[in-house]
């Protein structure tokens, strides 16, 4: 079996949207895969006393160049949405919906949600419009229509997103390669030599 590496993250965190641009190259590069797992980064930010990085005095005009820069660092597209951040509850149940039946097209549904909202600065908050995003992808629309608003789908996410605070997670994006966590997409290097290096 091939081992994994756990790819955590938001749908509406920038910097779990640049990392989600490198994370299956990196796994691949080792012979890995990579599992992604959406989350919802508000119960996260209550338990820990945090705030949005644009909500923040001085980190939040930063974070805004910050991304500008490194949109253009990795040569992929950015665009500061608006509104953001936001609540992205149907863009991961649709993932969870999806993963549960074809990984693979979970994962491009994952990439072309992540790319209207940050590359197009699409509002990705409704369920229509995650519908929209899917149905290109050879998605029933109605089904998946119906399953964001499923119960089970529903409490599927809370687990995850309660299970991956009780390993620590405590932001987007957070990787775990063999059982060690890492916080950020500025962590990639760190998860590259891990890897390489078999730990440290």
């Given at each position: ?57 001085i ?57 209207a ?6 509002d990705?908050?409704p ?74």
């Amino acid at each position: 079996m091939t081992k994994t590496i756990e790819f955590y993250f938001d749908f509406s965190s920038p910097y779990g949207y640049f990392a989600s641009h490198a994370i299956d190259d990196l796994a691949a590069k080792y012979g890995r895969e990579a599992v992604w797992k959406p989350i919802m980064l508000g119960p996260v930010l209550k338990r820990t006393g945090g705030l949005p990085a644009v909500a923040q005095p001085i980190k939040g005009e930063y974070c805004v160049h910050d991304w500008e820069r490194l949109g253009r660092f990795m040569e992929v597209p950015w665009v500061m949405p608006d509104p953001f951040p936001i609540a992205t509850l149907a863009a991961a149940r649709a993932f969870y919906w999806l993963d549960d039946r074809d990984r693979a097209q979970a994962r491009l549904f994952a990439k072309t949600a992540f790319a209207a909202y940050f590359g197009e600065g699409r509002d990705i908050t409704p369920a229509e419009t995650v519908a929209d995003l899917a149905e290109p992808l050879h998605v029933d629309r109605d089904a998946l229509l119906a399953a964001v608003q499923d119960p089970a789908i529903k409490e599927r996410l809370k687990q995850e997103t309660s299970q991956a605070m009780e390993r620590g997670v405590f932001g987007s994006p957070f990787i775990f390669v063999d059982g060690e966590g890492f916080w950020g997409s500025d962590r990639l290097w760190m998860v590259r030599r891990w890897l390489k290096r078999g730990g440290w």
